[in-house]
């Protein structure tokens, strides 16, 4: 039988809280933090996608013709 692993401090504040929550808030709650997971993944996504097109669009602004743009 597998072992778990004792949860973090923080997390187990939250557990504690969460118990004394109705259970409409406790859906509130599971909806904020399915929010800040949707977040954070858009977040990363986002970021992803930067990196991949910034040596394209450096290719595409880098060239000797719009370099005389960079002049003024």
């Known amino acids: 039988m597998a072992q778990t692993q004792p949860l ?3 997390i187990e ?8 929550l109705s259970q409409e ?3 509130e709650v599971e909806d ?5 997971s949707r977040r954070d993944s ?3 996504l986002i970021q992803a ?11 595409i602004w880098d060239n000797p013709d719009d370099g ?3 002049r003024l």
């Open 8 to 10: 973090p401090p923080a």
């Open 13 to 20: 504040q939250i557990a504690h809280k969460l118990q004394r």
């Open 25 to 27: 808030r406790v859906n």
């Open 32 to 36: 904020f933090v399915d929010f800040l």
């Open 42 to 44: 858009d977040r990363q």
């Open 49 to 59: 996608a930067l990196t991949t097109s910034e040596p394209i669009l450096n290719a």
């Open 68 to 70: 005389e743009y960079d």
